[in-house]
């Protein structure tokens, strides 16, 4: 499928669907599965630093050695990075098509020192899992956001690979974090993750984890981002995820301006194999339309070139509420 060419970071893929980031980019018989499957690059499951340090935390469970407590963390530490880095390894010597690191951290240090180890294993750009949650009444929302501004600084700055960040949807004004986001060096946007949230059960009365898949409807919290962020002069690329359940899905993104569209909560349902059904049906859909190539109706309904740009800044219902009267 020749026509489903696209670059994104500066690669060359086969197709604009990429697997995101989670269990089903886990080891490498998932990810030779996603390229067979027609993936057009691969984001591994994150590193979390988080969950590097429970996890130490855990088995050293109140040890009265302290430096058996400081081995057993190293221990851990080290030998979760080492098969992560495993894994980048083996993913570039078996798979042709590119892979792509996430990392998750929440120190300074930390990150800077995965990201190098990262690169080095031979990955072909690095994505960041950034989600900074104020706890405090007292945290500025300006504060909140330059963290991510230079997290991104300090990473890119070390790297030569691509450094793209993987963002959540609450920002103030997106364009402006995406602007910042780009200026310090970042080459690529996600455009959203999908977080842990939480929900309440009433009869256990406890605290739930909502459900993590998405659907079709969740799209719609990502498209009018997509569509004005690729309408503007930030040189930035995008990939879209969330809510992407069909090949028509993928094209609305790529319509409004996406370079590339992740795929996760459809996969768990419907298995990696589906990943060829969506490649057909955005092939069949570009036929049936007189496009040649990806390149040739990328972001034609954007913002910029849309002919009624009123549809992407209308946000009330005004004129629909009364239709429901
Ligand atoms: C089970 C599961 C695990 C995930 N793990 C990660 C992860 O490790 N890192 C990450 O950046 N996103 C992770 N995500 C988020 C996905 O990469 C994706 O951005 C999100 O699910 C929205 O896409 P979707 O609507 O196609 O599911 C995970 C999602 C799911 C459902």
Known sequence: MDNLKTKYLGLELNSPLIVASSGLTSDIDKLKKAEESGAGAVVLKSLFEEQIKLYGHTMRGGSSYPEAD??????????????????????????????????NCVTDGEWIDFARTIAAAGAD?????????PTSKDMKPDGVEKMYYSLVERVADIL?????????????????????????????????????EPDIDIEKMSIEPASVFSTAADRRYVLRSVGMASASDIRIDISASTGVHSG??????????????????????????????????????????????????????????????????????????????
Not at 125 to 133: G, H, K, R, S
Not at 265 to 283: A, D, F, P, Q, R
Not at 295 to 301: E, I, K, N, P, Q
């Open 125 to 133: 750009a690095l994505e960041i899992n950034a989600f900074f949650l």
């Open 248 to 325: 028509d899905d993928a094209v609305r993104y790529l319509l409004a301006g996406a370079d590339t569209v992740q795929v996760c909560s459809l996969l768990y349902h419907k298995g990696v194999e589906h990943l060829s059904v969506m490649n057909s049906e955005i092939s069949e859909w570009m036929k049936r339309k007189g496009f040649s190539s990806v390149d040739s109706f990328r972001g034609s309904l954007n913002y910029l070139n849309f002919e009624k740009p009123v549809l992407y800044e209308r946000t009330q219902f005004m004129k629909y509420f009364s239709s429901y009267e």
């Open 160 to 196: 030569d690979i691509p450094v793209v960040l993987k963002l959540g949807y609450k920002f103030s004004n997106i364009l402006y974090a995406i602007n910042q986001i780009y200026k310090r060096g970042a080459r690529g946007v996600v455009l959203f993750n999908r977080f842990f």
């Open 70 to 103: 400081d081995y057993i963390s190293y221990y851990t530490k080290s030998h979760s990075v080492d098969g992560y880095l495993n894994l980048i390894r083996s993913a570039k010597e078996t798979l042709s098509i590119p892979v792509i690191p996430s990392i």
